[in-house]
């Protein structure tokens, strides 16, 4: 079909449901069992009423369904009432039948003969035959109908169905569902009704039709209106006069607006809110991926009246304005296509184009220095490309690393490193990395003249004493102040750390006074040491680390039998304080 008879007709459909100045409404005749909201009665013997379906039969049976008015506002004019209904069984040939209405509630008329009675007491609102045939029935509105449902605004009411000549007819009751299409449909009323001092009640949108992403504004107006409210597909309701759709809230479709006058009577209109033709396409095109050098041409959706102009990440590609494009770059390419008919936009998802880059570099690049015992993991820069579709394999020296077909690879191994980079189409190779694995420092440790001092040339210094950091102790020689272990860690020029071996120091501030007279035995000792020496000393016995483990004054004899085996420090001290004598003490 020509666009321009699309259009035509979209407009047609939009302008048809434009205005009404009444409102129709359906209720249904539904209840629980046991209800008695539809029901029959039987006119024989004591007489029989039976919850459920409706039954009529000539002058034996006679059946109704109770409504519930309230929705009819008091004062509302009626002008049409349509009675609905089910019939789901026929024996004979309808005639004579007769449905007539009755002012109130007959699920509450118990007694049976009462009942029948009641059932033709009201006005007779229609003389139309029941179906012949197993379907669904609607009886026309009447004059005495509508007046019957005016009279009776807001409160109860029952309909009736009675004669049939000597055909039984069977019409489904209270378990029908509320479908008026539904072969097991509940009886219904169909009624429409204008609002009394309301007229020129009427629904509108502009734009309309309007271009799909576009917003549209619904428009209500009449007199005597107080309060409007909408409703329309996908749920949508507002309580505005006006209210504005945007792109998130608005669906195509019949909008109806509700009008209220203040005592709440309801007035009715529709709009029926329809698209222009938007364009809508999609970007073709392969490979998608692929090496620098090559390229793709993309295409999207043809037709007379269409104009394009093709974006990358967002900008607009300068002189891309045909049904395709000749890519040879990196980007989210998408397609702004014009249908010039009308005037609407529309804009294609997005399509990725990758693009490898020649000699990618790795990281990290060129010569790399790694300490041994540490791993490096070596990764191949292609940031801003999409890599789906890309397959790896890392070479060492030329030759392909067994099983490393991974966007990364982590060696601890020197070799001169890169890796192949392949796609359907094509494939190039990154640049190298030559890896270099370099042995941790051992600085020695020597000791001069109370001065500690290891190997210069280092790029780092750091001294400990007991396994604890001299703070500012950070260059290759330290002045030893204390006795204990010295330790230095160093960092060469490669990042590579390590650590000296220790360096016990225990000969500073030992007093000179009769050293050599002293004497401690056995050494090494299983249970006890004794101690010879010219005055009285205090032992004190400690860890290599520092740790003081034993203090004893007048030490002549000590049991160490309690320490276990290893090596120690004994420092013997005498009265003044002075420190006489350290030596090393092994317990066996």
């Not at 929705?71 to 009626?78: D, E, K, R």
């Not at 009201?122 to 509508?146: F, K, M, R």
């Not at 609002?195 to 009640?201: E, F, K, L, Q, T």
């Not at 502009?206 to 271009?211: E, F, S």
Request: net charge negative.
């Amino acid at each position: 079909m020509n666009m321009k008879k699309i259009y035509f007709l979209a407009l047609l459909s939009c302008l048809s449901f434009a205005v009404f100045g009444q409102t129709t409404v359906d209720i249904f005749s539904t209840g629980a069992t046991g209800s008695f909201t539809t029901a029959t009665a039987v006119n024989f013997g004591a007489g029989i009423r039976q919850d459920g379906n409706i039954g009529t039969s000539g002058t034996v049976a006679r059946g109704y369904a109770v409504f519930n008015l309230s929705s009819i506002p008091v004062g509302a004019t009626v002008t049409s009432c349509l009675i609905g209904f089910t019939v789901s069984t026929v024996t004979g040939t309808p005639a004579t039948c007769a449905t007539y209405g009755y002012a109130g509630n007959l699920s509450t008329v118990t007694v049976e003969a009462t009942l029948f009675a009641d059932m033709v007491s009201g006005p007779l609102l229609s003389n139309v035959n029941y179906a012949a045939t197993v379907s669904n029935q609607v009886l026309p509105s009447t004059a005495a109908s509508t007046n019957f449902i005016q009279t009776n605004e807001g409160n109860t009411v029952s309909i009736c169905w009675t004669g049939g000549g000597t055909a039984q007819v069977g019409i489904i009751g209270e378990a029908g569902v509320t479908s008026t299409t539904s072969a097991s449909g509940a009886p219904y009323l169909q009624i429409t009704y204008t609002c009394p001092g309301v007229s020129g009640v009427a629904a509108s949108a502009t734009p309309n039709p309007v271009c799909v992403g576009a917003p549209i504004t619904l428009n209500a107006s009449g007199t005597g209106v107080t309060s409007y409210s909408w409703a329309g597909p996908g749920g949508y309701t507002s309580a505005m006069q006006n209210p504005t759709l945007t792109t998130s809230s608005l669906s195509f479709g019949v909008y109806t607006l509700t009008a209220y006058t203040a005592s709440g009577c309801a007035t009715q209109a529709t709009v029926n809110v329809a698209s222009k033709i938007t364009p809508s396409g999609i970007i073709t095109g392969s490979p998608l991926l692929f090496c620098q050098g090559q390229g793709v041409t993309l295409s999207t959706l043809s037709g007379a009246g269409y104009t394009y102009q093709w974006y990358n990440n967002g900008t607009l590609i300068s002189g891309a304005t045909n049904q395709t494009y000749n890519d040879s770059v990196n980007g989210s390419i998408t397609a702004q296509i014009t249908y010039t008919v009308d005037g609407c936009v529309g804009t294609t998802p997005s399509t990725i184009v990758s693009v490898l880059p020649h000699d990618p570099l790795l990281t990290p690049a060129g010569n790399t220095v790694v300490c041994v015992g540490s791993d490096l993991t070596l990764a191949v820069d292609l940031t801003g490309i999409v890599t789906t579709g890309v397959t790896y394999q890392w070479m060492d020296g030329g030759i392909a690393i067994a099983g490393a077909t991974l966007p990364t690879y982590t060696t601890n191994t020197s070799g001169a490193y890169n890796v192949i980079l392949s796609t359907a189409v094509c494939n190039d190779t990154s640049q190298t990395t030559d890896l270099t694995i370099s042995l941790l420092p051992n600085p020695p440790i020597s000791y001069y003249s109370g001065v500690l001092s290891t190997s210069s040339g280092y790029a780092n210094y750091q001294w400990f004493l007991n396994l604890v950091s001299i703070p500012g102790a950070t260059s290759s020689t330290l002045n030893a102040a204390n006795d204990g272990s010295y330790r230095v860690r160093v960092t060469d020029v490669n990042g590579c750390t390590n650590y000296s071996s220790p360096y016990d120091l225990y000969t500073l501030g030992v007093s000179q006074l009769s050293n050599a007279d002293i004497n401690i035995y056995p050494n090494p000792a299983d249970k006890m040491i004794h101690i010879n020496a010219p005055v009285a000393v205090r032992a004190i016995i400690s860890s290599v680390e520092g740790k003081k483990l034993m203090d004893v004054t007048d030490a002549t004899d000590i049991d160490i039998d309690e320490l276990p085996g290893g090596l120690y420090i004994i420092m013997l001290y005498n009265d003044a304080g002075e420190r006489l004598k350290v030596d090393k003490l092994i317990k066996n």
